[in-house]
């Protein structure tokens, strides 16, 4: 029933931007916390971005100045736009929900989507 649909990667040139977006659908509550989540080949997943009901966003040191989450309540959208994209910032990106916490943590997600694939080539 619960669907998270990240949309928006590809592949880039190093300084390039990217906007991603995270449709939701049949989530059971209103979150308390959407994050953005990233995976590097060979490396462990981490953390990017997240926004929480209270509207704080936080962001990762090496994204910070860089990267911008949003959300459109009203369309149940979230967004990251990653501007001066890096060689680094290659890696898997997923959506997560959280139902129940506004604490962003990858343990307090209840929800994830599939993930997109962001390439950024140099």
């Known amino acids: 029933e619960v669907q998270l649909v990240e949309s928006g990667g590809g592949l880039v040139q190093a300084g390039g931007s990217l906007r991603l977006s995270c449709a939701a659908s049949g989530v059971p509550f209103d979150p308390y916390a959407i994050g953005w989540f990233r995976q590097a080949p060979g490396k462990e997943r981490e953390g990017v971005s997240c926004?929480?009901?209270?509207?704080?966003?936080y962001y990762v040191d090496s994204v910070k100045g860089r990267f911008t989450i949003s959300s459109d309540n009203a369309k149940n959208m979230v967004y990251l736009q990653m501007n001066s994209l890096k060689p680094e910032d290659t890696a898997e990106y997923y959506c997560?929900?959280?139902?129940?916490?506004?604490?962003?943590?990858?343990?307090?997600?209840?929800?994830w989507g599939k993930g997109t694939l962001v390439t950024v080539s140099s």
């Open positions: 926004i929480s009901n209270d509207g704080r966003p």
């Open positions: 997560a929900v959280s139902i129940s916490t506004s604490v962003c943590e990858e343990y307090a997600m209840d929800y």
